[in-house]
């Protein structure tokens, strides 16, 4: 199974734009703060990931204040065939629910 789910706020976006075949796409880097626990201590936890949104969750990202924060769920793939590297693809994100 591959699903990725983090809350992130949306740190950068790229104007809506569309592939080839007609698909609108957004692409945005998400950055994430909190404190874990790894083998009983904890840690502060930071990094930022590049993102994508395409199809119809595009145009709710490409509306989605920069600097909100955000649940946001997907998976991750290779940026292309060739690859190393990951993006995270956004499938769905809504506000985070107070605690």
Do not use: C, W
Request: glycine share 8%.
């Amino acid at each position: 199974m591959n699903q990725f789910q983090v809350i992130a706020s949306l740190a950068e976006r790229d104007v809506l734009r569309y592939t080839p075949a007609g698909i609108p796409i957004v692409t945005a880097r998400l950055q994430h703060q909190s404190e874990q626990v790894e083998a009983g201590m904890k840690r502060q936890v930071e990094f930022e990931i590049a993102a994508l949104a395409a199809g119809e969750i595009s145009g709710a990202l490409n509306r989605a204040a920069l600097g909100e924060i955000f649940r946001f769920t997907g998976f991750l793939a290779r940026r292309n065939r060739n690859s190393k590297s990951v993006v995270f693809h956004i499938v769905d994100f809504g506000p985070v629910a107070p605690d």
